[in-house]
């Protein structure tokens, strides 16, 4: 069993470890990519578009293949759904490159 002395030991370092004090300064080149700044609304908006009108058409030619399906409402469906997905997730970073 361990002695006290090395409890309150690893009880001191733990706290050490947790304390915002020690925490170490991240230097400019750490290894890690720059975060990235935040799309514009330009590029989400264009973006959210294009897949509306892709999806759009997908679901138009969807329509007049399946039977029992109207061609306007797939059509119309998968435009909006894909508008509305793409303008809340945003486009991806190799868009606005």
Known sequence: ????????????EIA?????????A?????GFPAPQRESSAGGRI?????GAVI????GVLSGLLLPGLTMISTGAGAA???????LISGPPRWFSQ
Not at 1 to 12: F, T, V
Not at 26 to 30: A, E, G, L, M, Y
Request: hydrophobic share 40%; glycine share 10%.
């Open 16 to 24: 050490a470890q947790d304390s915002p004090q020690s925490a170490p």
């Open 46 to 50: 264009s973006y959210a578009l294009g």
């Open 1 to 12: 069993m361990a002695s006290e002395d090395e409890i309150d030991k690893l009880l001191r």
């Open 80 to 86: 909006v759904g894909a508008f509305f997905i793409a």
């Open 55 to 58: 999806l759009g058409v997908g």
């Open 26 to 30: 991240h230097s400019k080149d750490s």
